[in-house]
């Protein structure tokens, strides 16, 4: 079993910046990866970024590709995602999960979840 405790969200003007954190503990295998998604209300959950566990392959969707940046803390078994230049279309709850040994964009491929953060960019 893998647990994941996200935190690091809330409220913020366009343009501004916040850093979401996700805190694991378990049994996570090295050839997990760890991704971050986010769901935003009447839409489907959407790739936002993921890394292997390890930290060798980093990977960040189009939309987010030089605004997002995963990274994670080893000693601390903790990932993050650093959010810059916030939009409006930004908002949505973010999770956290683990797993993705099949394809670490897709969702269904992570075994493990946080119970995700709300992340709000007012315009």
């Known amino acids: 079993q893998v647990q994941l405790v996200e935190s690091g969200g809330g409220l913020v003007q366009a343009g501004g910046s916040l850093r979401l954190s996700c805190a694991a503990s378990g049994r996570i295998f090295s050839n997990y990866a760890m991704g971050w998604f986010r769901q935003a209300p009447g839409k489907e959950r959407e790739f936002v970024a993921a890394?292997?566990?390890?930290?060798?392959?980093?990977y960040h969707a189009d939309s987010v590709k030089g605004r997002f940046t995963i990274s994670r803390d080893n000693a601390k078994n903790t990932v993050y995602l650093q959010m810059n230049s916030l939009k409006p279309e930004d908002t949505a709850v973010y999770y956290c999960?683990?797993?993705?040994?099949?394809?670490?964009?897709?969702?269904?491929?992570?075994?493990?979840w946080g119970q995700g953060t709300q992340v709000t960019v007012s315009s």
């Open positions: 999960a683990a797993g993705g040994v099949g394809g670490m964009a897709v969702a269904g491929q992570y075994a493990y």
């Open positions: 890394m292997t566990w390890s930290g060798g392959i980093t």
